[in-house]
């Protein structure tokens, strides 16, 4: 993607410098109470800037919320991970605790059928 940008800045810096050579006039500019006499590429050069500036504004809110989520969802992903590695810590204890009861369960069957009396067959 980045190339791609690179590619359209310079066709259109290309196309731009093509432009004010082509375009080397002086035209009357008049904004407001200013007015001068400039060349038409450096009128044309304005307009770009002042294009370029307006979008930068319009898009500066859009990328900062979407940067400001995505800082959100990192840190909230953080917490989740941080939560699963503790319930698998917690599964972890809770898996031991049953093998040992299980093998302490074992140990006092298998000791009561020791010290039981054998049966009698009929």
């Keep these: 993607m980045a190339i791609f940008t690179l590619v359209v800045a ?4 290309t196309m731009a410098v093509i432009f004010a050579f082509q375009n080397s006039i002086s035209v009357p500019v008049n904004f407001l109470t200013f007015s001068t ?6 009128v044309a050069w304005v307009a770009l800037v002042a294009g370029i500036l307006v979008g930068l504004l319009v898009t500066m809110p859009a990328a900062y919320r979407r940067a400001r989520q ?3 969802q990192k840190k909230k992903v953080a917490q989740l991970e941080k939560t ?3 319930q ?4 972890v204890s809770m898996q031991k605790t049953i093998d040992d009861k299980t093998a302490a369960l074992a140990a006092i069957s298998e000791k009561a059928e020791e010290s039981s009396p054998p ?3 009929d």
């Design 37 to 42: 006499t400039t060349s038409l590429a450096m």
């Design 88 to 91: 698998n810590e917690k599964l």
């Design 70 to 72: 995505a800082s959100n």
């Design 84 to 86: 699963i590695a503790e």
């Design 10 to 13: 310079l066709i259109i810096a």
């Design 119 to 121: 049966q009698a067959a």
